[in-house]
């Protein structure tokens, strides 16, 4: 399966975050990546993500170590104008979220693993979208 991931699974493994209720979401996020290796999933960033990653903080060097990481299990993807213009039109009040689900068709993905159900679900119509750890 083409795993999508969106950046806040990447910013609870790398930052370590836990939610309101303490529990560990670094833990849930690892268990994908662990999938991934295993042979399960390949899984899909983009130049996007990456942004949006150093813009939250999180240290290159432990991005460029993960990414090495993953290896041949990962791909990614190129955002471009088109991209930008077909996210706006999708959902002009959330361009960001819709320019991940922009970035997961490009690159042919299954499904989007994100935190953020509350936003992505919407998107569902287009493409799957579920918790890393179900994945």
């Known amino acids: 399966m083409l795993v999508y991931v969106d950046s806040n699974v990447l910013m609870d493994l ?39 990653l150093r813009k939250n903080g999180v240290d290159v060097d432990r991005l460029a170590m993960l990414l090495g990481f993953i290896g041949d ?29 922009m970035l997961a068709l490009k690159a042919g993905a299954d499904v989007i693993a994100t935190r953020n159900l509350r936003h992505f679900l919407k998107y569902r119509r287009l493409i799957d979208v579920e918790l890393p750890e179900n994945l």
């Open 73 to 101: 299990k990962l791909r990614t993807v190129s955002v471009d104008e088109e991209d930008w213009k077909a996210a706006k039109e999708l959902d002009p009040n959330n361009v960001s979220d819709a320019l991940h689900v």
């Open 14 to 52: 790398l930052l370590g975050r836990r939610n309101k209720l303490g529990q560990d979401l670094a833990e849930r996020a690892a268990i994908l990546i662990e999938r991934a290796l295993r042979c399960k999933h390949v899984l899909v960033v983009s130049d996007w993500t990456l942004r949006e």
